[in-house]
């Protein structure tokens, strides 16, 4: 499973520090362990480091922490540009570089708890699923 390539959606990643219990937080740990891929881009870490410094107080975690969290995440990741752009495509047009980070890099799959604001992103060769969905393929 080791060669499955995911986009980890920022939503994911926010629950998956906010609690320890649940699926979101087991696929931060399969990232960790290195049984799947993360795909990541300078725009994505970017919002990455945007919503968490928001909401470090609900997160219970210091700027420092933070920016160890997210170098963590970029010695991890296979780190992507993204050279085209054809947005808007998704209904939310804030999601669409998380689409082209998905087609750039060759990512299976797309993590996110908003499934339903990738709709006919299957028309590019991607997948999406919730982090329950990922876990249970990976058994």
Not at 71 to 81: F, G, I
Not at 85 to 109: G, M, N, T, Y
């Amino acid at each position: 499973m080791a060669g499955l390539t995911i986009v980890l959606d920022t939503n994911v990643l926010y629950a998956g520090l906010y609690s320890s219990r649940g699926a979101s937080h087991a696929v931060l740990r399969a990232v960790q362990k290195r049984k799947v891929k993360m795909a990541l881009s300078t725009t994505l870490l970017f919002e990455y480091e945007d919503v968490l410094r928001r909401h470090r107080a609900a997160l219970r975690l210091s700027v420092g922490e933070i920016g160890e969290l997210l170098d963590s995440l970029c010695l991890l990741a296979e780190r992507q540009k993204v050279h085209f752009l054809w947005r808007p495509f998704l209904p939310d047009p804030k999601d669409d570089h998380i689409l082209e980070l998905a087609v750039a890099s060759d990512a299976d799959r797309i993590v996110t708890h908003n499934v339903r604001h990738f709709k006919d992103v299957s028309e590019f060769g991607v997948n999406v699923y919730t982090p329950r969905q990922l876990l249970e393929i990976m058994k």
